[in-house]
């Protein structure tokens, strides 16, 4: 199967910046893109920022200017540069990917556990 592992989160104040880092390993044919949702209590999950294989980005409005999204192909890797940093950016962030395990194979969407973001003073 497929894990994806993130890290980066933490406390930061307002203005400040964080770097989230997601790494996907296990049995993988091929990644048709990668992203960054994120996740408040009561509500429901939304895509913060998303890149494909060829390096289309998309971010969601409220985070365009302010967060960049990039990939390392060759580690499978994706990064979330997130600054000027606001309170309501608070949430678990989540990675996703979407990934083909095999030769003939549809891509099937793959999470990670989750990483924390606190914006606060």
């Known amino acids: 199967q497929v894990q994806l592992v993130e890290s980066g989160g933490g406390l930061v104040q307002p203005g400040g910046s964080l770097r989230l880092s997601c790494a996907a390993s296990g049995i993988i044919f091929s990644i048709s893109s990668m992203g960054w949702y994120r996740q408040v209590p009561g509500k429901q999950r939304e895509l913060a920022a998303i890149?494909?294989?060829?390096?289309?980005?998309n971010y969601a409005d409220s985070v365009k200017g302010r967060f960049t999204i990039s990939g390392d192909n060759g580690k499978n890797t994706v990064y979330l540069q997130m600054n000027s940093l606001k309170p309501e950016d608070t949430a678990v962030y989540y990675c996703?990917?979407?990934?083909?395990?095999?030769w003939g194979l549809g891509p099937q969407d793959y999470w990670g556990q989750g990483t924390q973001v606190t914006v606060s003073s």
């Open positions: 996703n990917a979407e990934v083909t395990t095999g």
């Open positions: 890149i494909t294989s060829g390096g289309t980005t």
